[in-house]
């Protein structure tokens, strides 16, 4: 099963600025993903970002907001850019990867720990 | 549409209640679910899903596809189930669409 870090824990930035979020995996993985939870809110699928190939944006979301980097398959970074306050929210990356109890067929998602950011 | 619902925001229940938390789901597929949890500063986790048709913890959940809907249950609540739970569906594309969550709290 996959373990996955991000970085930062947690932040709190001025708006205007960006900020750039780390998630190492410690296996190689084809899709790794970033979603997003806004307080009391569920978590919103940002993207979908592939190793070689340019991440896919859900709607609502578009990539001079949020670029994505996949450089290598156990690693991705993404950029929350010009920062507001409605931008404050924890991000959370996410793999899917054989489990403890899956088989070879079944994969379940795994997440980091997320990165709190609050925007002033 | 791809859509996962839990109507009840917060859910409390006493001690050796049971518990059964509610999703439905809309996708025009063969639909994949699952549970996952997040207890007090912990990250998300997997609980269970319905292919594999286990009770983890105490808790199942059955697909039912004529109600589209994938209850989460559990005979005896204990207060370590505390925690917020999500549903969520899998699609065609890996993606994972979750459910705005609902938090239980379990009274002593």
């Known amino acids: 099963s996959a373990v996955i870090s991000q970085k930062p824990s947690r932040d709190i930035c001025q708006r205007g600025t960006s900020l750039t979020i780390q998630c190492q995996v410690d296996?190689?993985?084809?899709?790794m993903f970033w979603y997003r939870q806004q307080p009391g809110q569920s978590l919103t699928l940002i993207a979908t970002?592939?190793?070689?190939?340019?991440?896919?944006?859900e709607s609502g979301f578009v990539i001079d907001k949020f670029p994505i980097s996949r450089p290598n398959l156990t690693f991705s970074t993404l950029t929350v850019s010009n920062m507001s306050p409605e931008d404050s929210s924890i991000y959370l990356c996410?793999?899917?990867?054989?489990?403890?109890?899956?088989?070879?067929?079944?994969?379940?998602?795994?997440f980091g720990q997320g990165t709190r950011l609050t925007v002033v | 549409a791809q859509r996962v619902t839990q109507p009840e925001k917060l859910l409390s229940v006493f001690k050796g209640a049971p518990v059964e938390l509610k999703c439905n789901y809309s996708?025009?597929?063969?639909?994949?679910l699952f549970w996952y949890v997040q207890y007090s500063r912990q990250r998300l986790q997997l609980l269970l899903r319905?292919?594999s048709r286990e009770s983890i913890k105490g808790f199942t959940a059955d697909l039912n596809k004529g109600e589209t809907s994938f209850h989460l249950k559990k005979p005896f609540a204990q207060e370590e189930d505390s925690a917020m739970y999500y549903c969520?569906?899998?699609?065609?594309?890996?993606?994972?669409?979750f459910g705005p969550g609902t938090s239980l709290s379990v009274i002593p």
């Open positions: 996708y025009s597929g063969s639909p994949e």
């Open positions: 996410s793999v899917r990867d054989r489990g403890r109890r899956s088989n070879i067929m079944n994969t379940e998602a795994f």
């Open positions: 969520a569906l899998r699609t065609s594309y890996d993606k994972v669409i």
């Open positions: 319905h292919i």
């Open positions: 970002a592939n190793q070689g190939s340019e991440a896919t944006y």
């Open positions: 296996s190689q993985v084809t899709m």
